[in-house]
């Protein structure tokens, strides 16, 4: 892949002196001292190009933003000859946010208000495939129903049963009466008024795409940036956080509080946060990733992460119930 590498650099306007392997990334040092980060691209050219608008729409913006650096022949991917798709873009020094430190990730949900509130004003449509409509997170919920439906009825359908399957069996019921829950909650809860509550999203908000640098926070990573409701980011972002804490009370409190203080969260974004909260999506993942493996092998992880699940659910019970009078209040 290296030599590969080195062929795919040759198109753009620097000369490189060492590529080191990064996450899902190549880090390319340029003689003049700087790095650019090399990638896969999932999409179009369209979709990169419309990328770039919004990075450098951002840039203006926010005053720090990555920016995709163009080939020699001016154009924002680099197609291989097996029609693989890259991009290049430039480089931020810094470190991740650790979800162990709690200034950190309270410093993350600011940003990311503050980066919700700087791309208000980007008005350039977006195609239908990156935007999705209000009623995109009952549809979601409602596939992710069925699928636990699907592997349900294959784990019946066996005779013989691993430790996995019989656990999951155990669990279902509990876990599908949250699903439903939470599509019921969808259905009757207020309608979104005006469209106020919508716009560009980061479309990946974790703890890997946030890093602290000497000039302040940065964002990174925008390849899945799409239309959506901003509390769609925070949700994504909180419910990781959440997981690692296991459910602490306090700690979540705080998160929405520090966002609330950037940007105000209005009634329907929080009776949303809480519908997504409800939804059992961790009890869905695991099911998923079991459902789309060799299921002739016993898998181990998958038993220990619904095993886990299934240890924070008193904790996670007792913060929906607070969440909920919060919403209602």
């Known amino acids: 892949m290296y030599n590969r590498t080195e062929i795919i650099l040759e198109a753009y306007p620097y000369e490189f002196t060492d590529i080191q392997k990064g996450r899902g990334v190549y880090i390319c040092l340029c003689k003049d001292g700087s790095r650019k980060i090399l990638k896969e691209f999932s999409g179009s050219i369209s979709k990169a190009e419309l990328l770039d608008r919004f990075l450098k729409y951002l840039k203006e913006r926010a005053g720090m933003a990555e920016q995709i650096v163009y080939t020699k022949e001016e154009q924002a991917l680099f197609t291989d000859t097996d029609e693989t798709r890259y991009y290049m ?72 049963k691993n430790e996995f ?27 979104e008024p005006s469209g106020q509550y919508f716009g560009i999203c980061h479309g990946d908000y974790s ?47 705080d998160l929405i509080s520090a966002y609330d203080k950037v940007r105000k969260l209005a009634r329907w974004e929080l009776q949303q946060l809480a519908v997504r909260m409800v939804y059992p999506e961790k009890f869905w993942k695991v099911a998923n990733h079991y459902f789309n493996s060799r299921k002739s092998w016993a898998n181990n992880r998958d038993s220990e992460k619904l095993s886990k699940i299934c240890a924070q659910e008193k904790e996670r019970t007792e913060f929906l119930k607070i969440l909920s009078y919060f919403v209602q209040g």
């Not at 399957?165 to 309608?191: G, H, P």
Request: glycine residues 4%.
């Open 89 to 160: 873009r430039t480089w931020f020094e810094g470190r991740e946010c650790d979800t162990r430190n709690r200034e950190d990730i309270l410093c993350a949900v600011r940003k990311l208000a503050r980066f919700h509130m700087d791309v208000a004003g980007f008005e350039e449509p977006l195609p239908q495939m990156m935007t999705r409509t209000p009623d995109f997170l009952e549809r979601e919920c409602g596939r992710h129903t069925r699928e636990l439906h699907k592997v349900r009825n294959y784990i019946m359908s066996k005779k013989k």
């Open 165 to 191: 399957e019989t656990a999951f069996l155990n669990e279902y019921q509990y876990y599908l009466s949250q699903a439903d829950d939470a599509v019921s909650r969808i259905q009757n809860m207020d309608k």
């Open 207 to 253: 703890q890997h795409n946030l890093l602290f640098t000497a000039a302040g926070p940065v964002i990174i990573n925008y390849e899945r940036f799409c239309r959506d409701a901003y509390i769609s980011d925070f949700a994504h972002f909180f419910r990781k956080i959440m997981e690692k804490h296991n459910w602490n009370t306090g700690l979540g409190m």
